[in-house]
């Protein structure tokens, strides 16, 4: 009896001292919360380098532009040239090659298959920032496109995020009719916290369904007051370009200057804004495209109605960022938030639309009957079409680089970079030196939630970080977490590069390439322009050893199969090219309205 | 008053089917068809031909002359040919067409005189059923449309592409001339032997995309005719006053090739008179229909039609069948096949 009473007893004297450690305990968490900031990480897909007005465009980006002046905007960010590839480097913060997207999964070559690092998806060599973040008292969002595998244990409900609503796949229709662009799985999965969605509600339009999810996440993990970590990974404005109707006719007539005086406008005002410097090179308009003002303003017309929906979505996406944004000041969040905003390639000047309907007679053909045949030039952005701005449009985005979307060349690698938030210094401010990459955001996000990333995860080794931490540069503690010794490299469909410092080589298929190594110097030449291998041999030596060590370091394995092995064959004519080409002779340089004019009151095409 | 006037209507229709068969408006006959007014490029022609077949019963008596004669059961049958040419233009800045009518063919009618008729047509025998037949030309016509709201003059391809309707307004102007045939003995002719012409503020609004397969339209065609007077019918003189005419259609594109329409033609007005004397009631005749339309090329458009009285005046059955080809063409479009 007593020894009962004895140890009950104990009881009041156990139960205080279990609530003052619980108590001490949540106190803890809640400092801990309340000092760690939230993270917005906001992927843009396909957008190029110059589409932002705070980085020379024209297309109307106000929310963004003013993150830009509340934050930082960086003007050597990195990124992989596709989109899954990049993914995979910015949730594990190493190399694609090391995190499973040696190559993407659409693409892998028969001597890749089966190969460690080319699993096509994101591997278990890696834990997702995700997954550390969940473990350490973050709230893991994610909305758009996952393209890192679909099965359970690969999608995002699996590699941390707590909540989801996800495509799996790489793109698709915006709307609720839901295709996806390959026939091989004809409608898009989409997740919800996991579970797959079975029906897309009529009114869908991805990206506006994407920002009510987000903030319907937040909104309903907010009252334990841990900070949260949210993903959006927007899907535009990767084709198709779809708008809602209200938005198709935004851009209306904006480009049918056509894409040479716009890519001026730009390039002047990215002089402006100080992205380019004066007197740098910058890139040729490609070889197989026409001087805009050699096509009559009817053609024009045509190609500039793609841009319109391009721009028009652009600005769709700016626009919803900016409804999440008001919801953070809102709920008092905004101040305590980290905005990372980067796209994760280049432009897409690729003709992704004939690359996946493949020959007549193919499933692939077959699913794009089915599926976004329309092609009525008023019918474009809308439900069953695929409407994409093609390689001409691709070039302004990308200015003043060259090439796009798959290339390893700077259109199609560089990618805004745009990051606001409590602890980053220097508002409005453009920084010029760092050298950064994708898979320095992992580290960067890491360090800002104070965890250290583990050598094992859950039972199994997990591969180091590669990325950099910014952290210091963030506070103003350096200019760039890279020093001019530290070198970068990038293989992606047998295409090959390394840049250190200012210097980069490349190896790219024919016809936008040799086929062999091209030395150049991003100092003077952003377009890649003048190849200084015959000039700096010893340079140029000294990168292909980086290549290979690169390629020992990643395991890389160049694949006996590449989307570009065809290139030559599958690219238009070289156009003749040479100033004043007939039948405009000196009229080049007129505005358009000018040009109609002289060409007959718009009566070009005269009856 | 309205009772005994129900019978006084067969003049007035034949007159007014004559001149319907007599003008086909811009490129098509009886009510100027579903997208007549629809726009196109600066220079665009088109040529139609089209064939029509019309009856005709008056299943009561009606009236026919000024001292009341009686031809009960009167069959009316004509089979016309109407060849249009139009072209689409620019006219005071503004989008306009104008288009030439010829038309030709043969009017059958069989009809009776009352016995206490005090006058029988020259040739026939009261209450003896009568036929007479009438072939020939119609009396052509041309008609001018600008627009007046709505769009930009479509002189270019950039003006083409970029023309995107919601509310279109014209005004519409015909002229008739009486160049066709005329038999002042008969009751029945294809020419009307007078000047006559329209006024008509056709209305349209798209909705839906403006792009092939996807169109849809809602069209109105308010207009007023206007006679001339005819001074020698059966050898008197022939008055009418002007009719109220409201056309309208709801169409809709099936297909990228194929549109349908639903039809409406109200007609009203036309009061008679005879040397001074008034005839009858006006018209009021309401006719219900639809319209088919098949893009067999890219210059080639095969229409057909079928349309019958089912408002207005119950004494009278019609019935319309119309086909229709349509060839159109543009000097560059036709350009560029070449280089293709």
């Not at chain 1, 024209?58 to 993914?87: K, W």
């Not at chain 1, 008001?326 to 101040?335: A, P, R, T």
């Not at chain 2, 049958?77 to 009518?101: K, Y």
């Not at chain 2, 890219?298 to 079928?306: A, F, G, M, V």
């Amino acid at each position: 009896m007593n020894s009962k009473r004895k140890n009950l007893s104990l009881v009041p004297a156990f139960a205080t001292k279990l609530t003052l450690i619980l108590t001490i305990a949540t106190m803890q968490v809640n400092a801990q919360a309340q000092s760690r900031p939230n993270i917005l990480l906001i992927v843009a897909d396909d957008l190029g380098y110059s589409d932002l007005g705070s980085y020379g465009g024209e297309i109307n980006t106000p929310v963004l532009d003013q993150l830009a002046q509340q934050g930082m905007r960086y003007t050597d960010f990195y990124v992989s040239p596709t989109c899954s590839v990049t993914r995979s480097m910015l949730l594990s913060g190493t190399d694609n090659h090391i995190a499973g997207l040696g190559n993407m999964a659409e693409t892998m070559a028969p001597n890749q298959v089966g190969q460690p690092g080319y699993e096509g998806v994101l591997n278990k060599r890696v834990a997702s920032v995700a997954e550390l973040l969940q473990d350490n008292g973050y709230h893991t969002y994610m909305v758009g496109k996952w393209h890192l595998g679909r099965k359970p244990d690969q999608i995002p409900h699996a590699r941390g995020f707590e909540r989801d609503f996800s495509t799996l796949v790489g793109g698709g229709s915006y709307f609720d009719d839901g295709w996806n662009i390959s026939w091989q799985i004809p409608k898009m999965p989409y997740t919800e916290d996991g579970r797959p969605v079975k029906k897309l509600p009529k009114d869908f339009y991805a990206t506006k369904a994407y920002t009510d999810k987000t903030i319907q996440f937040i909104e309903e993990g907010r009252k334990d007051n841990k900070p949260f970590f949210a993903y959006m990974a927007y899907t535009a404005p990767h084709g198709p370009l779809h708008l809602p109707d209200d938005w198709l006719r935004r851009y209306k007539n904006r480009y049918d200057e056509g894409w040479d005086g716009i890519r001026q406008q730009r390039l002047a005002r990215m002089q402006e804004l100080g992205i380019v410097d004066k007197g740098v090179n910058t890139a040729d308009r490609l070889f197989f495209l026409p001087r805009s003002t050699t096509l009559t303003p009817a053609v024009r017309v045509l190609q500039g109605r793609t841009m319109e929906l391009y721009a028009g979505m652009v600005e769709y996406m700016d626009d919803q960022i900016g409804r999440v944004f008001d919801y953070l000041k809102e709920i008092g969040e905004y101040d305590n938030t980290v905005v990372i905003f980067i796209s994760d390639n280049g432009a897409e000047g690729n003709n992704l639309r004939a690359m996946v309907a493949g020959q007549m007679g193919s499933f692939g053909f077959l699913h794009a009957m089915n599926n976004f045949a329309e092609d009525g030039h008023n019918s474009l952005g809308r439900k069953g079409t695929f409407a994409e701005y093609g390689a001409a449009w691709a070039q302004v985005s990308s200015a003043p680089f060259r090439i796009y979307k798959g290339w390893v060349s700077e259109g199609g690698i560089r990618s805004p970079l745009i990051i606001s938030g409590p602890g980053v210094k220097g508002a409005g401010g453009l920084n010029k030196k760092a050298v950064l990459h994708v898979m320095d955001i992992a580290p960067t996000i890491l360090e800002l939630a104070g965890i250290k990333h583990p050598a094992n995860y859950k039972g199994r080794e997990i591969e180091p970080m590669q990325g950099k931490s910014w952290v210091g540069m963030l506070e103003g503690d350096t200019q760039s977490p890279r020093t001019s010794d530290d070198w970068l490299g990038w293989e992606l469909f047998g295409n090959r590069a390394i840049r250190q410092g200012d210097w980069k080589i490349t190896w790219l298929y024919q016809p936008l390439g040799t086929e062999d190594w091209q030395l150049f110097n991003l100092a003077e030449d952003l377009g890649e322009q003048q190849d200084l291998s015959n000039r700096f041999p010893k340079k140029r030596k000294q990168l292909i050893a980086l290549w290979d060590e690169y390629v020992k370091t990643n395991g890389v394995i160049i694949g006996v199969r590449s989307p570009w092995e065809q290139a030559s064959k599958q690219l238009p004519n070289r156009v003749p090219d040479f100033d004043n080409f007939p039948p405009v002779r000196g009229l080049e340089t007129l505005p358009y309205k000018k040009l109609i004019e002289v060409m007959g009151g718009g009566t070009e095409d005269k009856k | 008053m309205k009772s005994a006037n129900r019978h006084t209507r067969l003049p007035a229709i034949l007159t007014a089917m004559a001149i319907t068969l007599a003008f086909s408006g811009t490129a098509h006959a009886v009510d100027d068809g579903a997208r007549a007014y629809w726009k196109g490029r600066d220079g665009t022609n088109a040529f139609s031909i089209q064939y029509l077949n019309l009856n005709l019963q008056a299943s009561d008596t009606v009236q026919f002359d000024p001292a009341h004669f009686i031809y009960p059961n009167a069959d009316v049958e004509a089979n016309i040919m109407i060849a249009t040419w139009a072209r689409h233009m620019t006219l005071f800045n503004r989008a306009s067409t104008f288009s030439v009518n010829v038309a030709g063919g043969s009017v059958d009618l069989d009809a009776s005189a009352s016995l206490d008729s005090p006058f029988v047509p020259p040739g026939e025998l009261p209450g003896i059923a009568f036929s007479q037949s009438a072939s020939g030309y119609a009396d052509p016509s041309v008609q001018l449309v600008v627009n007046l709201v709505g769009t930009k003059p479509l002189i270019s391809t950039v003006d083409l592409l970029n023309y995107e309707p919601t509310w279109t307004v014209d005004a519409a102007v015909m002229l008739a001339f009486p160049l066709g045939q005329y038999d002042s003995d008969k009751l029945v002719n294809m020419g009307l032997n007078r000047w006559f012409g329209r006024i008509a503020f056709p209305i349209k609004y798209h909705f839906g995309v403006f792009s092939p397969g996807y169109m849809s339209s809602f069209e109105v065609v308010p207009s007023v005719w206007i006679f001339d007077e005819n001074d020698d019918f059966l050898g008197q003189k022939f008055e009418n006053d002007p009719m109220l005419q409201l056309e309208a259609h709801l169409t809709h594109d099936f297909t990228r090739s194929f549109y349908g329409s639903l039809d409406l033609l109200f007609r009203q007005g036309f009061q008679s008179e005879i040397n001074g004397v008034e005839l009858g009631d006006e018209i009021d005749i309401g006719d219900f229909g639809f319209t088919l339309n098949f893009h067999a090329t890219d210059n080639l458009s095969i229409r057909t039609s079928y349309s019958s009285n089912v408002f207005g005046d119950k004494n009278l059955d019609t019935s319309l069948i119309r086909i229709q080809f349509v060839y159109g063409w543009h000097r560059l479009m036709e350009n560029m096949k070449k280089l293709q």
